[in-house]
């Protein structure tokens, strides 16, 4: 009888896989999918943070292959499909998610209209200061076709980029459908970012003036030796990918220690030799190492946005599992976790920290504002469509009034370039898509009472919350291994909300007890 209650349990726990899923055709592209993604992550940071044309090239024929093979599995699996209650339940999920891409689509759509060719007078009317540009400078006669883009094929650039990162989101919210599948993924952007890490402290300990030792970089561009960069040219996007790691590490800490039953009456000797004999302590050790590790990295990167988007990820993330009462209990995790990244900061050197915040303003440094003061010219010549995705670099020049020696590739703040580059018709997009996304999210959150669910889709709106805060004073997500990281984990935050509720949720009679 035991025998059989045991095998009924874990018949429940572990339901059986879907024949595409065991192996075959369907094993095969379902590999393709699950390891082409954790390629990108690995290929992505590693290339210089993908900046060059060739490391874009392979991201973006990366991300299709993997788009093509989930397009392949669909088809295959709808044509095996049985039309049962839970498949009708899951493609209403699918139906839910896709409501989301409504806004890149949107996005995409505009990029494209900014390089369809438009007769003079349809130019004069959406875009007059662009029309004025091509007449000033290329000498343009009435009855010429010209884009809204100044400069076309940087659209076209951004086009195939944005693309990329889209189709990666949609392959994500759609197959990853199952604890197992969450959990490797996000445990797969932990050890990168552990990797990262370590390879950045040996680098920066061992610097000959080369990128990996042999990649080399003119003076100009790499960060001051004083900070800290790992495979990245700029320290400020290393900050990024850190802090969007970070987080999630958090997270599955936070979960592997909510799954550990309390036991008051034990002595602290007896709960560790306890907590020794569950198998817990390893894992929670090495993600507590793991947290330290990455965030002392990331305030030694001495990156100002970074350390204060992630300080921003780590208050959002603490009030919003305050919410929930049963991970409220947990408060003494989050305090550990304060008092490790506390002692890494001291360790790491406060007065270092201190002295880059005082940096702000002092002669030489790069002035943001005085780049914002100069955008709000751009915005009023190109108010509806602007001049085009992926453009700053082209016009900034025309307008830029001060520090004539530096050239400015991007605006510092990605709202500011998204505005410059796509208008009020683009800007709105992007700002009612965040709303949308973080809207969505935290509603469907509050309706989960799974601590897995609830801790990794905290922590994956935490990671949003870092880089989102971060975006208002650099460009890191004109920097695709971080704009790849960002949609990795917004999709994952997104699909772990929808995992198969009948493997996930815990039954009604005990549903009760894990309310908020």
């Not at 060739?54 to 295959?76: C, D, N, P, T, Y």
């Not at 890490?197 to 080369?210: D, E, H, I, P, S």
């Not at 955008?375 to 602007?386: A, C, K, L, Y």
């Amino acid at each position: 009888m035991n025998f059989l209650k045991k095998s009924n349990n874990l018949f429940k726990e572990n339901p059986p896989i879907p024949p595409l899923l065991k192996g075959g055709e369907g094993g095969f592209f379902n590999a393709v999918i699950e390891k082409g993604i954790v390629l990108l992550l690995i290929f992505t940071p590693l290339a210089f943070g993908t900046v060059q044309d060739w490391s874009i090239a392979v991201m973006e024929i990366m991300a299709f292959i993997i788009f093509g093979a989930w397009l392949i599995q669909r088809a295959k699996s709808n044509e095996q499909r049985a039309t049962t209650s839970n498949e009708q339940r899951a493609m209403s999920n699918e139906q839910r998610a896709m409501s989301i891409l409504i806004f890149p689509a949107a996005l995409i759509l505009i990029a494209v209209f900014q390089i369809i060719p438009l007769p003079d007078y349809l130019l004069s009317l959406l875009s007059p200061s662009t029309s004025r540009l091509y007449k000033t400078f290329a000498g343009d006669m009435a009855g010429t076709w010209r884009t809204i883009s100044i400069y076309q094929s940087a659209t076209i650039d951004d086009i195939f980029k944005l693309t990329a990162y889209t189709v990666i989101f949609l392959v994500i919210i759609n197959h990853y459908k199952t604890k197992p599948q969450v959990n490797s993924l996000a445990r797969a952007i932990v050890y990168m970012g552990c990797f990262l890490a370590v390879f950045a402290v040996v680098q920066k300990m061992t610097w000959n003036g080369r990128l990996f030792w042999f990649y080399p970089v003119s003076e100009g561009l790499n960060s001051n030796m004083g900070h800290i960069w790992g495979p990245y040219i700029g320290h400020a996007h290393f900050a990024g990918y850190m802090e969007m790691a970070i987080p999630l590490a958090i997270g599955l800490l936070l979960y592997k220690t909510s799954t550990i039953k309390e036991l008051p009456d034990l002595s602290l000797s007896k709960r560790i030799a306890n907590l020794s004999v569950s198998g817990s302590l390893m894992p929670i050790t090495l993600l507590s190492l793991a947290v330290m590790g990455m965030t002392g990295v990331l305030f030694i990167s001495l990156s100002r946005g970074g350390i204060i988007g992630f300080t921003a990820s780590m208050l959002f993330f603490t009030l919003l599992i305050r919410t929930r009462r049963t991970l409220r209990k947990k408060t003494g995790v989050i305090a550990m976790a304060g008092i490790l990244i506390l002692s890494v900061v001291l360790i790491a050197g406060w007065d270092r920290i201190e002295d880059r915040f005082e940096e702000i303003g002092e002669e030489g440094k790069i002035a943001r504002t005085d780049i914002w003061k100069d955008t709000i010219n751009m915005v009023r010549d190109f108010p509806v469509f602007g001049t085009g995705l992926g453009t700053f670099e082209n016009i900034y020049l025309q307008y830029q009034t001060g520090r004539s020696r530096f050239l400015y590739e991007h605006a510092h703040n990605d709202y500011i370039e998204i505005f410059t580059d796509t208008g009020i018709a683009g800007f709105m997009i992007v700002i009612t898509m965040l709303f949308f996304f973080f809207y969505k999210i935290i509603k469907a959150w509050r309706q989960r009472h799974n601590n897995f669910v609830k801790c990794m889709a905290a922590s994956g709106l935490a990671s949003c919350v870092a880089i989102a805060v971060h975006s208002f004073t650099d460009f890191n997500m004109r920097i695709p291994a971080n704009a790849l990281l960002l949609t990795v984990i917004a999709a994952l935050t997104y699909a772990t909300l929808n995992i198969e509720q009948r493997v996930m949720s815990p039954p009604r009679d005990r549903r009760a007890s894990n309310e908020q």
